[in-house]
């Protein structure tokens, strides 16, 4: 069983969507989640970054970690063209060498 | 601009060559991470330097080498002992450790062996 799981999609909605992305993992000693966008051949870009439980909101993105149920989200809403993208969950537990593992990423396509 | 950048945005290599890909960052960060990108794999590992002149082993270190000569700058060398090199490779780095935990990519490159 990998660490952390993630639906690889790909998600197509339609422009204006409120879009539902998912990540959940195995190891509760995981601390701190990110979530990534990745345009094609392009480096990850840091979105949102959260500490143990709750709901962070950034504009359009929300993003909830559930600890107790090993599950985080990213919310986007009012979707747009321009966030057609790889999306990447990551998560660490902490400490010296800040070592994160990362889902296998989601495609998602916002179709104007 | 502060950034990390790589170096070349592509790259191909014979059967049985040693190539490098440059990483170079300008942000002032002390620990710096090498992943390699497959599909539907997500980002795993190679290896990652905290200080200057240290860096340790990944989760899939076999057949790459690496640098910490300069703060700025983490090399990364594919060595001919690496079975399946193609990939898309990135570099990361962190401000400072146990305290920001962002780490932050730069561009990539493509590693294509002919």
């Known amino acids: 069983q990998k660490e952390v799981e993630q639906d690889p999609g790909p998600l197509s909605v339609p422009e204006g969507a409120i879009v539902s992305l998912n990540c959940t993992y195995s190891?509760?000693?995981?601390?701190?989640f990110m979530w990534y966008r990745q345009y094609s051949r392009k480096g990850p870009e840091l979105l949102m970054y959260?500490?143990?439980?709750g709901n962070k909101e950034d504009g359009r993105f929300t993003a909830q970690v559930d600890k107790s149920s090993k599950y985080i989200s990213l919310f986007i809403r009012d979707s747009q063209p321009s966030d057609s993208a790889t999306y990447l969950c990551?998560?660490?537990?902490?400490?010296?060498?800040?070592?994160?593992?990362f889902g296998t990423g989601t495609l998602l396509a916002v179709q104007p | 601009d502060g950034g990390i950048t790589q170096s070349p945005k592509y790259l191909f290599r014979k059967e049985g060559q040693n190539v490098t890909l440059s990483c170079e960052q300008n942000?002032?960060?002390?620990?710096m991470y090498w992943y390699r990108q497959d599909p539907g794999q997500g980002l795993r590992l190679i290896y990652y330097?905290?200080?200057?002149?240290?860096?340790q082993k990944g989760d899939i270190a076999e057949g790459y080498s690496v640098s910490r000569e300069k703060k700025e700058s983490f090399p990364l060398t594919v060595t001919s002992a690496q079975k399946n090199p193609t990939a898309f490779y990135l570099c990361?780095?962190?401000?400072?450790?146990?305290?920001?935990?962002?780490?932050?990519f730069g561009p990539g490159t493509r590693l294509t062996v002919l």
């Open positions: 942000l002032n960060h002390d620990a």
């Open positions: 959260t500490y143990s439980s």
């Open positions: 190891n509760s000693a995981f601390q701190y």
């Open positions: 990361a780095s962190i401000s400072r450790q146990g305290v920001n935990n962002e780490q932050f």
């Open positions: 990551a998560m660490g537990k902490g400490g010296a060498t800040n070592k994160l593992i």
């Open positions: 330097s905290q200080i200057v002149n240290d860096f």
